[in-house]
C-alpha cells in the first residue's frame, strides 16, 4: 500500500512512539487522525504537526480505547472529516503492573476493540475497502519480561490476537491486513523519572535492571520509519521487530507440533 493520500487512526497518537507514527505517516504524505485520551497533549501535538504538514491534513480526537462507544465515535469523526480510513495503528498503552487491570484494559482489550472496529470499517465484507491493522507489540511479546510481568502478558497476547486475526483466511474475507510492529525500549521510556513508580514492588526495580541488562534504547524516530515499509510491504499475519536501531526483522511465529 502507497502511504500518499491514504487516511491513519493513530491510538496514544499525542505522545512517545504515537507521535512519532502521526509525523512519519503525514511526511509520506497522508491525513492523520491523532486519538488520545490527553487531550491537551493531543491538542498540542495536532496544532505543531498541522503548522508543520497543513492543518487540513491532520485533526485529534479525544478517544479512550477502554470505552468502546467513544472508541467507534472516533472511527466515525475520522471518516466524517477525511471521507475515508485505510490504516489503523493500535499504540495505546500503559505500563504500570501496579494497575495491572488498567493496564489490561488499554494494552490487550484496548487493541482488541481497535481491532474489531477496524475490521468494521475497513473490512470489505462490512463497510470499507480494505486496509491495514498495525498492532503494537513489544520486544516482550516473545521473551519474559521479570520486573512487569502483566504488561508482557499483555504484548504476549497481542501478538496471538494479530496472527489469528491476520490468517489469510480472515484477510481474504476481509481485505484487511493485519500485521504486529515489536518495538525494543525506546529512548523516551528508558530515561523517564518516574519509571520505578511503575513496578508493583520496589524489588521490581532490580529486577527492571535484569531485564535492561545489554538494551540499546533507540530513537522513536528510527521505529516509524520502520512502520512506513512494513504498511507497504508486510503480508498479513506478519510479525515485525524493530529493536536496538536495526531495520525491520520478521519473525517466525513458532508452531508446536501436537
Ligand atoms: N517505551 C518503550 O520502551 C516501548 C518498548 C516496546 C514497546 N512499546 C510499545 O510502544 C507503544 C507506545 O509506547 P510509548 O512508550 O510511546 O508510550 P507513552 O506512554 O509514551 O504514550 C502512550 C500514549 O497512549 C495514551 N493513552 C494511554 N491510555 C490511553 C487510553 N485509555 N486511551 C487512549 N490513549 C491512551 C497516552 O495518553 C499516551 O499519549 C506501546 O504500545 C508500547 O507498549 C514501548
Same mark, same amino acid.
Given at each position: 500500500?502507497e ?13 512517545? !512512539? ?17 486519538c488520545?485520551?490527553d487531550?491537551?497533549?493531543g #491538542?498540542?501535538?495536532?496544532d505543531?504537526?498541522?503548522q ?18 467513544q ?7 475520522t471518516?466524517?472529516e477525511f471521507?475515508?480510513?485505510? =490504516?489503523?495503528?493500535n499504540?495505546?498503552e500503559?505500563?504500570n503492573?501496579k494497575?495491572?487491570?488498567l ?9 482488541i476493540?481497535?481491532? !474489531? +472496529?477496524?475490521?468494521?470499517? +475497513?473490512?470489505?465484507?462490512?463497510e ?7 498492532n503494537?507489540?513489544?520486544a516482550?511479546s ?7 510481568p502483566i ?7 497481542? +501478538? ?13 474475507i476481509?481485505?484487511?491486513r493485519?500485521?504486529?510492529l ?6 523516551h521510556?528508558?530515561?523517564?523519572s ?9 524489588s521490581? #526495580? ?24 512494513? =504498511? ?9 521487530? =524493530? ?12 508452531? =508446536?507440533?501436537?
Amino acid at each position: 500500500m502507497e502511504i500518499s493520500n491514504k487516511v491513519a487512526l493513530v491510538t496514544g497518537g499525542a505522545c512517545g !512512539l504515537g507521535r512519532a507514527f502521526c509525523e512519519m505517516l503525514l511526511s509520506y504524505g497522508a491525513k492523520v487522525s491523532i486519538c488520545d485520551l490527553d487531550s491537551d497533549a493531543g #491538542e498540542n501535538a495536532c496544532d505543531v504537526l498541522g503548522q508543520k504538514f497543513g492543518k487540513e491534513r491532520v485533526m485529534f480526537c479525544h478517544c479512550d480505547v477502554t470505552d468502546y462507544v467513544q472508541f467507534e465515535e472516533a472511527f466515525q469523526t475520522t471518516i466524517t472529516e477525511f471521507d475515508r480510513l485505510d =490504516i489503523v495503528v493500535n499504540n495505546a498503552e500503559i505500563m504500570n503492573d501496579k494497575f495491572w487491570e488498567l493496564e489490561v484494559d488499554v494494552n490487550l482489550n484496548g487493541t482488541i476493540r481497535g481491532m !474489531l +472496529l477496524a475490521l468494521q470499517y +475497513l473490512g470489505k465484507d462490512k463497510e470499507g475497502h480494505g486496509g491495514v491493522v498495525i498492532n503494537i507489540g513489544s520486544a516482550q511479546s516473545f521473551r519474559p519480561q521479570i520486573s512487569t510481568p502483566i504488561y508482557c502478558a499483555s504484548k504476549h497476547a497481542i +501478538l496471538a490476537l494479530s496472527k489469528s486475526c491476520g490468517d489469510a483466511y480472515h484477510y481474504n474475507i476481509t481485505g484487511v491486513r493485519v500485521i504486529v510492529l515489536c518495538p525494543g525500549v525506546l529512548h523516551h521510556d528508558a530515561s523517564s523519572s518516574a519509571f520505578g513508580n511503575r513496578f508493583k514492588s520496589p524489588s521490581h #526495580e532490580k529486577a527492571w535492571q535484569l531485564d535492561m541488562k545489554g538494551v540499546h534504547p533507540q530513537k522513536c524516530e528510527h521505529v516509524a520509519k520502520g512502520l512506513i515499509s512494513i =504498511i507497504r510491504d508486510a503480508k498479513s499475519g506478519s510479525v515485525w521487530l =524493530i529493536a536496538n536501531e536495526k531495520a525491520p526483522k520478521e519473525v517466525p511465529y513458532s508452531s =508446536i507440533t501436537m
